[in-house]
């Protein structure tokens, strides 16, 4: 395939009626959404499809799907119109005297123990500042990342993504707490070993998740096999639910137990006192290099990196 000619470069309507045909599989949906007619919508595909010397979507009875090629540009498509409209409303909103937006994300230690803190600065400083947090797995926030739907996030990385993708700036590993609720049969106990805990009922994070397995790491490091009697979840509303209404034991980040237990939560959970740490490995501070960071975002990253270094 040639390169497209930089006069040729795809226009944003163009970019909007491949994303149309590619979410509704059907040209005259697409056409519609985009306010155009049919007639006009399959010319301008034809003239997308021209540029690039190659279909981008197969034509078949029940609708049109992306071809290989097609996958690709719709993939680079959404990211440039992502940011056409990010750019747009920064402008909008530096102009009428706000601060902008950005898109963070991070796993649950840092989104509770740096990232809350550092946003609640920000909002103090610039109260307009539009600010979203999502709170998630490392493989779906660098899923985001990549995409350029969010500006930075605290994650770890992982080996089917490109590290030289981002920026990198490590951060700090977490250390793995057991968490119980106060009046828990061994909540006083001075000290807890692994063996006395392995045939405890559990609730846990999903397999793969660093803190689940660091936790099995702990137990193969003295010669015991996972726990049996485990529930799996990733949500962390539902463990503290879970927690309050049972004998179980939920291996949970150090910052998460800490927020669970100090003013003003106090929600009734106790720690169990351990042997032994249990760490997981780093996060760290990512963004795209390709995508330059707002200026509220850049704020927002530089007050994040100040908490993490407070903490050492």
């Not at 097609?70 to 409209?85: C, D, F, K, N, Q």
């Not at 989104?111 to 103090?124: H, Q, W």
């Not at 700090?172 to 000290?191: G, I, L, N, Q, S």
């Not at 330059?292 to 407070?310: G, N």
Request: aromatic fraction near 4%; include cysteine; charged fraction near 25%.
């Amino acid at each position: 395939m040639s390169e497209i000619p930089a006069r040729s470069y795809l226009k944003p309507a163009q970019l909007r009626l491949i994303l149309e045909i590619a979410d509704s599989g059907q040209l005259r949906q697409a056409a519609a959404n985009c306010a155009m007619t049919q007639p006009a919508a399959s010319r301008m595909l034809a003239e997308v499809e021209r540029l690039f010397g190659a279909p981008l979507f197969e034509r078949q009875p029940k609708g049109m799907s992306p071809t290989e090629i097609g996958s690709t540009v719709l993939r680079r498509a959404r990211v440039i119109l992502r940011e056409m409209h990010s750019m747009s409303a920064d402008v909008h909103a530096l102009r009428g005297g706000q601060a902008g937006s950005v898109h963070v994300g991070a796993v649950t230690g840092p989104a509770v123990g740096y990232l809350m803190a550092s946003i609640r600065e920000i909002k103090k400083e610039t109260p307009e500042a539009d600010i979203t947090v999502d709170v998630m797995p490392s493989r779906e926030l660098l899923g985001h990342l990549t995409t350029g739907q969010m500006d930075f996030a605290l994650a770890r990385i992982l080996p089917e993504f490109d590290s030289r993708d981002f920026e990198i700036l490590p951060l700090r590993d977490e250390k793995v707490t057991f968490c119980v609720r106060a009046d828990h049969p061994m909540a006083r106990a001075p000290m807890v070993t692994l063996t006395e805990l392995h045939d405890h009922e559990w609730i846990m994070q999903s397999r793969g998740a660093p803190i689940r397995e660091a936790t099995m790491e702990a137990f193969a490091a003295v010669g015991l096999a996972e726990p049996r009697n485990i529930v799996n979840s990733p949500s962390i509303l539902f463990t503290i639910a879970y927690l309050a209404n049972s004998d179980a034991i939920a291996s949970v980040s150090e910052e998460v137990a800490q927020l669970l237990m100090r003013p003003p939560v106090h929600a009734g959970f106790a720690l169990l006192a351990q042997p032994r740490e249990i760490r997981v490995d780093p996060y760290y501070l990512l963004n795209l290099r390709r995508r330059p960071l707002s200026r509220l975002a850049r704020r927002v990253r530089q007050k994040v990196i100040e908490k993490t270094l407070a903490a050492d």
